[in-house]
């Protein structure tokens, strides 16, 4: 059974940073793309930022780059995501997920796991 487990996320002032990790379990993580997304109120799911298996490439969504770094532990199968600069703009429910195919980072339905989510508050 895949297990996607988000944590990290909690109430920041504008400026500030967090780290949010995504802890995985059920698959060989060392074979999958790996992302992150987020959904804020009333609106859509957005892409954040997303790396590839070997951890060269790594891609990020417009709103968040020079902002947010992703990155990858295969040994411990673990995700993160580094957000430093934070607006209030980045509040939102912020999802990990799995793409088994290596297909487009940037749309949610190449991932086929995703986890729970963990809630982002930026405070102006």
């Known amino acids: 059974q895949v297990q996607l487990v988000e944590s990290g996320g909690g109430l920041v002032q504008a400026g500030g940073s967090l780290r949010l990790s995504c802890a995985a379990s059920g698959l060989t993580f060392s074979t999958y793309t790996v992302g992150w997304f987020r959904q804020a109120p009333g609106k859509g799911r957005e892409f954040v930022a997303a790396i590839r298996w070997t951890g060269s490439s790594t891609y990020y969504g417009d709103s968040v780059k020079g902002r947010f770094t992703v990155s990858r532990d295969n040994a411990k199968n673990a995700l993160y995501l580094h957000m430093n600069s934070l607006k209030h703009e980045d509040t939102a429910v912020y999802y990990c997920?799995?793409?088994?195919?290596?297909?487009?980072?940037?749309?949610?339905?190449?991932?086929?796991?995703w986890g729970q989510g963990t809630q982002v508050t930026v405070s102006s």
């Open positions: 997920a799995a793409d088994p195919f290596g297909g487009s980072t940037y749309f949610p339905s190449s991932y086929r796991y």
